[in-house]
């Protein structure tokens, strides 16, 4: 609660390097004590006596990682994000190329990097979106921002209509063209579902993979043990991951700010390490293979050659078979699901319970105050936001026909939150041009393939210098008194009504 | 002071008894009690750090208080607000309030702040949003009451032409204006403002007072006031509680507190004179002029 009596304003302070730096060293010292021997020394059996094996260089980089991720947060929180977002780049560059002892501590210094870049640049957006600096530029870029917004509500129909066409237009409509749309628009919908709770309720979640994964496993659990089919599993998806959102949600809200970001983070992890470990439940790191294919809405099946009373669907619209036709079911069917969430997301921002997420946003300790139960409705943000991610995952599952935890890593929650970070706070479109960029240009450029994390850091540092808050980060009030948004609501009710004609 | 007369008989609407509040070692709220009325402006008073934000903090749920009893009446109903949680002090038993340093929704429109207040109003009438997902016309009639009431409020405080702009855009003063104006949106009956003339300029400072006394005025409610500035203090409030170190030091009327040696006191105590507000100054001059050196041992 000193949040009530502490004054804003803090990076207005010069910076106290000496306790900065005695912050760090401080951390670092407990670091180096916990690890010299939890870490540093190890029992080996070799030939029935036991041997203490050493291994000093992990600790010293152990230590070294944790006295500049305690240097980073400290700075970061002294005001100076900037740096450590591009001191976080930097280690997990370094992380990528210097040959380090062990493979676990390369991954330990890429995600340490990667997590100190997510967190400073999550605080310049925040801190540039809460304070609302009215630095010319911005301001500029934010003009920038409504216009591209204003044109987004007449290209939005024209976007949708041209992605339902996608598969019929010459040139486009080859077989990997329509993999990469429906990758993308996987993203894209997973970047709508976590936008629900980072960019509208203003909470950092780093698991969201979390709920992917059990989306996914719900479904290829419980298609491949009772059979039963993909149109059941997919809402019954969604239920395992919204109940899975709900526990989750439970211990973490209390928790705020950075806190709520680690045990978000913790929880995608631990679902990870259980996916792996319980093998008689999830196959372990086998994963599960050949997971059914989707039915056309139970009536035909995407097969050559169909079982004992089942119809091809080649046979009920009288085509020849063509492998083509399942892709493109699967993208038409992701397009959908995508829609629908952004047709939630539209609504529920013009409904009460979405605009007291923008206000738990905004600000928390006001919420409280206006007699707002932030208990609810953070965990309804997260049951939403985690339902979505689950049935994302199920689409998964039956699309790749096979899972394994290998899928469902820290890397893939940090693509998704870039996606929403670079697309701007809360913005629809926003999304879809960050999806676009970040997972469709990498396919799209094969090459560039083992630079993607590396483009994805420096995509990122170029946002947060060039456009802090994201790249269509401009908000239209939900509601006006003046009538100012009219031509607005009308064209997102036409993006919105797109989404049940599917 | 005919108001205080019709609630005379009803018992105040919320009374503080032997409030503490300690942070570790710190004794923030020292046995503190007092009551406020309805339709009463009640302030509360005392240099910097005497404890006036933390009393308000536990009135509106944001502490639990050590010890201590608060008992608020609302319309015949009981509450006890030490064992209530802070949503629900606001929600149920209508305690509203602002904060020292402005607390608004900035990125939001100035009429969003207003709906936000409305919140658990709007979640009933929505079918907690389910219902209102498919636009059924009982939300769209709700909506627009709390709309109508929005807009009786920017009326009120001068704000409908700015009623689309985010509510950071607005000027200081402005924000103030609306954050009493949302704090109403959640139809209170008690309603605590902490300093809402900080940073004001005068004639901004006279239209606030005019809206304070309004409220009480026409909407019958109880306001709690800290104020620093002991002119509008004196000039607005019917009943006045001085706070210092976390005792109270004086209650009563205007009049009683501006006489109370204690409160020239802890006033005169203070090391930094700008605390000193300029009327007590003004009134401890006048005295010392008056009764000349021997004066202060006698009083
Ligand atoms: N959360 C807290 N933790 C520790 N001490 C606190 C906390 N909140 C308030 N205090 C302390 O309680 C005392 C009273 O603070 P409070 O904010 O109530 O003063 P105030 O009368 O509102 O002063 P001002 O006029 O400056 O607003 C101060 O000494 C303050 O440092
Ligand atoms: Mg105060």
């Known amino acids: ?502 | 002071m005919s108001a205080a007369l019709d609630t005379g008989s009803a018992g105040p609407l919320l009374e503080v008894e032997h409030l503490t509040m300690r942070f570790g070692g710190l004794v923030a709220i020292d046995n503190v009690s007092f009551d406020a009325a309805d339709r009463e402006i009640t302030a509360i008073i005392g240099p910097n750090g005497a404890g006036k934000t933390t009393v308000f903090n536990c009135l509106t749920g944001f502490y639990k208080p050590t010890e201590g009893r608060l008992a608020l009446d609302r319309g015949g109903r009981p509450y006890l607000l030490e064992r209530m949680e802070g949503h629900d002090i606001a929600h149920h038993a209508g305690v509203a309030r602002t904060f020292q340093n402005v607390r608004l929704f900035g990125n939001m429109s100035v009429l969003e702040n207003l709906l936000v207040a409305q919140h658990n109003t709007l979640m009933r009438a929505s079918g907690y949003s389910v219902l209102g997902l498919f636009g059924v016309p009982s939300y769209r009639k709700a909506e627009r009451e709390a709309i109508d009431l929005a807009r009786f409020w920017l009326d009120r405080v001068n704000l409908t032409a700015r009623a689309d702009e985010p509510a950071s855009s607005l000027p200081y003063g402005d924000q103030r204006r609306l954050e009493i104006a949302r704090s109403m949106c959640t139809r209170p009956c008690l309603m605590c403002l902490d300093e809402p003339a900080a940073g004001l300029n005068p004639r901004e400072s006279a239209d606030l007072n005019r809206l304070i006394t309004d409220i009480r005025d026409e909407h019958g409610i109880g306001i709690l006031l800290i104020e620093h500035d002991m002119s509008v203090v004196m000039q607005i409030s019917d009943h006045i509680i001085v706070l210092d170190y976390g005792r109270k030091i004086s209650d009563g009327t205007p009049e009683q507190v501006r006489n109370d040696p204690a409160v020239i006191r802890a006033y005169l105590g203070e090391e930094e004179d700008e605390e000193l507000p300029p009327e007590v100054a003004a009134d401890v001059a006048a005295d010392a002029a008056k009764s000349g050196p021997a004066g202060g041992e006698g009083a």
Not at chain 1, 57 to 76: D, K, S
Not at chain 1, 248 to 271: K, N, S
Not at chain 1, 427 to 440: F, P
């Open chain 1, 1 to 502: 609660m000193a949040v009530l009596a502490a004054e804003p304003g803090a990076a207005a302070r010069g910076v106290d390097w000496r306790h900065v730096l005695k912050e760090s060293a401080l951390a670092a010292f407990i670091a180096l004590m916990l690890t010299i021997t939890m870490v540093g020394l190890r029992t080996l059996d070799s030939g029935g006596s036991l041997i203490i094996e050493t291994r000093f260089p992990e600790v010293a980089v152990a230590v070294l990682l944790v006295f500049l991720g305690r240097f980073g947060l400290v700075l970061t929180r002294e005001g100076m994000p900037l740096p450590v977002l591009i001191g976080g780049v930097v280690v997990a560059a370094a992380g990528l190329f210097l040959p380090l002892p062990a493979t676990v501590l390369r991954v330990m210094t890429v995600a340490g990097g990667i997590i100190l870049a997510l967190r400073a640049g999550w605080v310049l957006w925040r801190h540039s979106a809460v304070t609302a600096d009215r630095e010319a530029r911005d301001l500029a870029m934010d003009r920038v921002g409504a216009s591209v917004q204003r044109v987004t509500r007449y290209v939005a129909p024209l976007a949708i209509a041209f992605a339902v066409a996608l598969p019929f237009i010459p040139g486009l409509n080859d077989r990997s063209s329509i993999d990469i749309a429906t990758l993308v628009l996987m993203y894209v919908m997973l970047g709508w579902g976590l936008n629900i709770i980072v960019g509208l309720a203003g909470l950092l979640d780093l698991g969201y993979v979390a709920f992917y994964a059990v989306g996914a496993y719900s479904y290829a659990l419980l298609a491949t043990t009772f059979g039963w089919s993909f149109w059941l599993c997919l809402p019954l998806a969604g239920v395992f991951a919204a109940s899975a959102g709900l526990i989750l949600g439970f211990p973490v809200l209390r928790l705020r700010g950075d806190y709520f970001a680690i045990v978000t983070l913790g929880f995608g992890e631990i679902i990870r390490v259980i996916l792996l470990n319980w093998y008689d439940f999830t196959n372990g790191p086998d994963g599960i293979s050949s997971i059914p294919r989707p039915s056309f809405f139970g009536l035909a099946t995407f097969t050559r050659r169909p079982g004992e009373g089942d119809t091809a669907f080649h046979d009920l619209f009288g085509l020849d078979y063509s492998t083509v036709h399942r892709v493109i079911f699967l993208y038409y069917l992701i397009l959908a699901l995508a829609l629908i969430v952004n047709f939630f997301s539209l609504r529920v921002r013009k409904l009460p319970i979405g605009r007291s997420w923008e206000a738990l946003r905004e600000d928390d300790i006001a919420c409280q105050a206006l007699g707002i139960n932030r208990r609810n409705i953070k965990l309804a943000a997260f049951t939403f936001s985690a339902m979505f991610g689950g049935i994302a995952g199920s689409f998964f599952a039956t699309r790749q026909g096979f899972i394994s935890p290998e899928s469902f890593t820290f890397i893939e929650s940090a693509v998704i939150l870039a996606i929403v970070v670079l697309g701007g706070l809360g913005s629809q479109a926003g999304v879809v041009l960050a999806a676009l960029l970040l997972i469709g240009m990498p396919e799209v450029l094969r090459e560039l393939e083992q630079y993607r994390m590396l483009a994805f850091g420096g995509a990122m540092v170029l946002i947060m210098l060039w456009r802090p808050r994201g790249l269509l980060a401009h908000r239209d009030p939900t509601v006006t008194l003046h009538g100012g948004g009219r031509g607005a609501k009308a064209g997102e009710a036409v993006a919105a009504a797109g989404a049940p004609a599917q």
